[in-house]
């Protein structure tokens, strides 16, 4: 029963030790939808139509399209979703 006991217990601490986290040390980048950018690299998003910068902590600030408005009638011309932030953005074109 002592064994059962003690075997109990080293599967508790295992599984217990495996769902922390483990630091991994100071990271240099940034993971972006699972692509690695350096500190002060811009990434264009492959979701959305934005752009990523990463900082030096491992966090990541995006930039979207712009959205404009036109006194009188207008009409929305559709970016091209081929090119770069931001090329891909619509744009309102005031008739």
Not at 1 to 9: A, P, V
Not at 25 to 54: P, Q, T, W
């Amino acid at each position: 029963m002592k064994t059962f006991g003690l075997f109990l217990c080293i599967v508790l601490y295992a599984v217990a030790e495996a769902a922390v986290p483990q630091k991994r040390g100071e990271v240099d980048g940034c993971m972006i939808e699972g692509h690695f950018a350096k500190v002060g690299d811009e990434y264009n998003s492959i979701r959305e139509c934005s752009m990523l910068l990463c900082y030096k902590n491992g966090s990541w600030v995006g930039s979207g399209c712009a959205t404009s408005a036109c006194m009188g009638p207008s009409r929305e011309v559709p970016g091209d979703k081929d090119k770069p932030f931001p090329g891909c953005c619509p744009r309102k074109e005031c008739l």
